[in-house]
């Protein structure tokens, strides 16, 4: 099924599509994700888009079009997806021939709109101050609202009042979209396979806050340091190196280099009841890696390594107001050979560099979590 969303800013596109996403089994993206992916990419194509970009210009109908066209045809899509904000124009729209199914537009008025993005919880973008957000959404209505118009004398739209709960919008766009819904589930909606996505990175690389993310799509985590760093808690110890690297070699002597996988089995198991999908943050010892293998063998688990800069890591563990002092080439040493860390970064399926801002490190987590989930 091929989606598209439709809304001015703040209309909810983006809570209705990740919400449409799990419960279609579909991936979600926009043209901006899109456009930050390209743009990084060592080609032609990428640099046209960076300097496009950074030139703060428009990026022509036509070319957009080629992009989005060329990016959609990548192998994680090939059963479909949920486009957000794309197309933006009515050239855009007529060039565009992804023979979508659906297009789904949030009706909300600019009033509404407007107070909704003056109280969001999440951290402000930078273009959200009044005034830019009251012109993109003048410019919904002058280059966008002809895009509706063109889908629905095409019998492709689907008009949702997006005033209503987040709860009642989205059962009123799987109504539309003929999928029934019987005790809280999409009935055509159906995860095959076990997923285990296991991150792994030394100290400051960017694992938490990875872990965070997934938390915030809904995924749960697993952290197998929890178990140390609640031990020492427990026992008025202070977070330093040598009791953190004690106390996880007195593990690994009682229950061998799987350790935290073995203290860990249950609860991993017991999620896997409930969810088809979970994150582990914090696999150490290739052994550990093994262990799940032969436990969960039903499971298709990856290995997602965060890297990031020595420098930058140690900046970052510094600037931390818990566990600060828990830095330094010793500890890295430490995870890298007697916890035995450095095969299991080496294994890895994927490899995240977490050098720069939040957002494109969201982004490249983003890009993973859809080649892993979907394909």
Known sequence: MKLVILGIQGSGK??????LSRQLNLPYLSTGHIFRQISKEKTRLGRYIKETINAGLLVPD?????????????????????????????????????????VIYLDVPEKEALWRLAYRNDDAR?????????????????????????????????????????????????????KQIKQDKIIAWKQEKQIII??????GAGK?????????????????????????????????????????????????????????????????EKNKFVVIDGLRSFKEYLYLKEKFSRAK??????????????????????????VGEER????????NMAPTIAFCDYLIKNNFSREEFFDKLEEVYRIIYFS
């Not at 983006?14 to 919400?19: A, E, F, H, P, V």
């Not at 005034?131 to 895009?147: C, D, E, G």
């Open 14 to 19: 983006s809570t209705q599509g990740n919400l």
């Open 62 to 102: 036509e070319k957009t079009v080629k992009i989005v066209n060329e990016y959609l045809s990548r192998p994680e899509y090939k059963n479909g997806y949920i486009l957000d904000g794309f197309p933006r124009t009515l050239r855009q729209a007529k060039l565009f021939k992804n023979n979508v199914d659906k």
């Open 126 to 178: 930078e273009d959200e101050t009044l005034k830019a957000m009251k012109k993109r959404i003048n410019l919904f209505y002058k280059h966008t609202l002809p895009v509706i118009d063109y889908y629905r004398k095409k019998k492709k739209l689907i008009e949702i009042d997006g005033t209503k709960l987040i709860e009642e919008v989205n059962l009123e766009i799987l109504k539309n979209l003929g």
């Open 198 to 203: 296991a991150l792994v990175g030394l100290p």
């Open 208 to 272: 938490t806050e990875a872990a965070i993310y997934f938390k915030k799509k809904g995924l749960p985590v697993i952290s197998f340091g929890k178990i140390i760093n609640d031990y020492i808690e427990q026992h008025n110890l202070t977070h330093s190196i040598d009791n953190h690297k004690k106390i996880a070699l007195e593990l690994r002597k009682k229950y061998g280099e799987e350790a935290l996988a073995i203290l860990n089995e249950n609860k991993i198991k017991k999620t896997l």
């Open 301 to 326: 688990i990856k290995i997602v390594t965060i890297y990031a800069d020595k420098d930058i890591r140690y900046a970052r563990i510094n600037k931390r107001q818990e566990r600060s002092q828990l």
């Open 332 to 339: 890295d040493l430490h995870e890298l050979l007697n916890l």
